[in-house]
Nanobody, 113 residues
Framework: QVQFVESGGGLVQAGGSLRLSCAAS????????IGWYRQAPGKQRELVAA???????YYADSMKDRFTISRDNAKNTVYLQMNSLKPEDTAVYYC???????WGQGTQVTVSS
């Protein structure tokens, strides 16, 4: 099965930026849809953004114009650029195939006020 390892999380002040990476264990050239998800304490896991093999992307309304998802097939990696971060963005962020797949450990993002 395809495994993804998330990295790039950390502590950042409100208004700051982070770039998350999701490295796949195999080539992602033939993986059509990949999504970033997040889960905050006490809340359900939610889809943040998704990208297809082409140019089509999806963003949750609260992340529109702040987050950018991209993929580099040569590096077998999917990225999530997060700008203008807010405290409510604090969560563990996960990457997996969309709309279903297997969860990894995720990477923690903490935004201070």
């Amino acid at each position: 099965q395809v495994q993804f390892v998330e990295s790039g999380g950390g502590l950042v002040q409100a208004g700051g930026s982070l770039r998350l990476s999701c490295a796949a264990s195999v080539s992602i050239v033939n993986i059509n849809n990949i999504g970033w998800y997040r889960q905050a304490p006490g809340k359900q896991r939610e889809l943040v953004a998704a990208i297809r093999s082409g140019a089509d992307t999806y963003y949750a309304d609260s992340m529109k114009d702040r987050f950018t998802i991209s993929r580099d097939n040569a590096k077998n990696t999917v990225y999530l650029q997060m700008n203008s971060l807010k405290p409510e963005d604090t969560a563990v962020y996960y990457c997996r195939t969309f709309p279903s797949g297997y969860w990894g450990q995720g990477t923690q993002v903490t935004v201070s006020s």
